[in-house]
């Protein structure tokens, strides 16, 4: 757990020193409600009755969709972009000299990631409460913190294939643009389920972002216990373990065959 | 594989080949041009405890994918790699405690983030932890001369500091072995002069630690080496102290400063071609010429007085990687034949 932390330690240093940025990427999510406010206020009439089991106001609705794409976004897209920036410099083949293993090595690189998340994530819930007419249920934020690692942690398994495709064949091949876009399409971050076309609407619940979503919205917007979506919770935690596993397996496998093939560092 | 206690480091019969990267398509069509190709062929290597061992090469040689396999980040087709007596095919966990690796690429540090830092992580990447590790980078970053500047960002260093910082960084642990890969590849010549003074007396004779160097430069191996190996397409063609290797596969290489007029002369005795002329500077004209051995220059000289040549000058020439690779890769088919014989 030291080396994880070690590693968390020395890329958030690296990553703080961006204070321009960082500020400029806060305000950003401030400045975004603000549209999304005025849509979701004039979309409130038409979407109340599809969304009334999960949220009576379609801006926190909305504001809630938001947060969880936050989550997926850097889970499947922050491995390989490090892997692919790290086997340029040839930091990764230098960190693979060490003694570390590459799940605390991975988990270190994306600690800082994740916690940039949950600040903009803070923020947005903030904005939303401070704006919103209905009320968020802040004594659930642990029980819906947990709910978003176990998102995190289903679509890190996608992230840790893109990694692995990096590692073999120099790109993620769209891996984590093709998930982003059907999660976010199917898995209810603007709309719920009811809208969308019957052809496709069966495939909803093939995305762990569907039953993160429900679970998500029933905490913070209904105030509901866990117990009231157990299998959603149960659902996902499956998402997240084959995810991991998969995900896992398919990195440590890449692996193997970059140190057979030379692909860790590039010539 | 049995290793000598005198052996930091063995190699037997290391081959490596790599796929030509034309693309995925092409790949799995096994299109031409993505054929294997061999960088390194049946490479044997010993390294003894407490030395400076070179491998010298030209680009493409195959230096750097030696280190790598050194350094368990590649695997080799075939043959057996020892290091500190483990075996690092079969236990690449335990050998990447007992060697650090020196990259080329100063890309390869955090830049965004202080010396101080950069050696810490690795500390602990390594296992170290609280007052021991911070005590340990205090120690590596003075060693190498950059616990003044340790709190700095990276990013602002000079090449030569980051070339200190990665070896503060390979230091810390003090490990018995020592792997780098062109150290002075992107330094002035003073600073390239001082970096080879720390790696001969700090690394070596002070901390006793078994040094693998990587270069390109017969002028560094010269300076730095205790035995070199000569690699050329992948194989390794002699491996020796540098004298030895510049006078086994290149001979002793002088310059000879005589009068214009006894050219033709002079030429004759140094066996040169002689339907060929030197332009003259002041009445003299400077001619390079291989003797089989320096030993054998008041011979030469002696013959050249005697024949009446004025000589001004007579003095030996260092060989340059490209004459030594040139020597070598000419000497090469003879080796085979008389192997084959």
Known sequence: ?????????????????????????????????????????????????????????????????????????????????LISGYITSGTLEQLLTTPVRWPSLIGGLLTYGFGWVALRALVLLVTAWIWATSTIAWFRIVEFSAIMALLAVAYVGVGLVA????????????????????????GTVYFPVAVLPASVAPLAPLVPMTPALRIARQLLLKD???MTVLPEVLQLTGWAIAGVAIGG??????????????TLTQY | MTTPATDAIVLSGVTKSFRADRGLVRRLRRLPGTEPRAVLDAVDVRVRRGEIF????????????????????????????????????????????????????ERALFWRVSAKENVRLFASLYGLRGAERDGAVDRALALVGLDHVGQQ???????????????????????????????????????????????RDTLCRALGATVVLATHSTEEALQLCDRAALLVRGRIVATDTLQQLCAAVGGARVRVRVNAAHEARARALLHLPTDVMTPAVDDFVTLVATLPDLAQAPVVIEALVRAGVRVAEFAPVPLSLADLLESAAAHRPRDEAQRHA
């Open chain 1, 1 to 81: 757990m030291h080396r994880l932390l070690a590693v968390a330690r020395a890329y958030s240093l690296g990553m703080l020193t961006y204070r321009t940025r960082t500020l400029v990427s806060l305000l950003s999510v401030l400045v975004a409600v603000v549209p999304v406010y005025f849509v979701a206020a004039a979309l409130q009439p038409l979407a109340a009755k599809a969304i009334a089991s999960e949220s009576s106001e379609y801006f926190t609705y909305l504001i809630v969709g938001s947060v969880a794409s936050f989550v997926i976004a850097e889970a499947v897209s922050a491995i390989p972009s």
């Open chain 1, 163 to 186: 990694g692995a495709l990096v590692l073999l064949v120099r790109s993620s091949m769209f891996v984590p643009q093709a998930v982003l876009t059907v999660s976010t399409l199917l």
């Open chain 1, 224 to 226: 509901q216990s866990v």
């Open chain 1, 249 to 262: 397996l398919c990195f440590h496998l890449s692996l193997q065959h970059a140190r057979r093939a030379g």
């Open chain 2, 54 to 105: 070179g491998l010298v090469g030209a680009n493409g040689a195959g230096k750097a994918t030696l280190l790598k396999i050194l350094s368990t980040v590649l695997l080799p087709d075939a043959g057996q790699v020892s290091v500190d007596g483990i075996d690092a095919l079969a236990d690449p966990a335990t050998v990447r405690t007992r060697l650090a690796v020196v990259p080329a690429d």
């Open chain 2, 153 to 199: 960002q990276v990013g602002s260093f000079s090449s030569g500091m980051r070339q200190r910082t990665l070896i503060a960084r390979a230091l810390v642990t003090q490990p018995p072995i020592l792997v780098l890969d062109e150290p002075t590849r992107s330094l002035d010549p003073v600073t390239a002069r001082e970096l080879r003074q720390f790696i």
